[in-house]
């Protein structure tokens, strides 16, 4: 069936840059609005960014101007630059994808930013 699998994640100290990703199978990736989402320690779940199937962006604050997400529909992978990192960056990350007929998530991968 559809299946998300992230990779990228790792260690990084402050000040450097990461860059996620989000391959997809079992379904056409193309339709899908794309998010990333972040959970810290003891934090709630939050929204990254997003984009859309017609390439449209959408950052949350703690992040505008640092990370970029983008997408390459010929590949079924979108992706997360994270650069500028900070320790209150340090975060599972999760790729989801969401349509009308479906919501589906990846497993997640770490980040972690050292000071």
């Known amino acids: 069936q559809v299946q ?21 199978s ?16 003891g934090k709630q779940r939050e929204l990254v960014g997003t ?8 950052y949350a604050d703690s992040v505008k101007g640092r990370f970029t997400v983008s ?8 992706y997360l630059q994270m650069n500028s990192l900070k320790p209150e960056d340090t975060a599972v990350y999760y790729c989801n994808m969401n349509w009308r007929t479906g919501d589906y998530w990846g497993q ?4 972690t930013v050292s000071s």
């Open 51 to 58: 984009i859309t199937s017609g390439g449209t962006t959408n």
């Open 71 to 78: 997408r390459d529909n010929a590949k079924s992978t979108a």
């Open 4 to 24: 998300l699998v992230e990779s990228g994640g790792g260690l990084v100290q402050a000040g450097g840059s990461l860059r996620l990703s989000c391959a997809a």
């Open 108 to 111: 997640g991968t770490q980040v």
């Open 26 to 41: 079992g379904t056409i990736f193309s339709i899908y609005t794309v998010g990333w989402h972040r959970q810290g320690p």
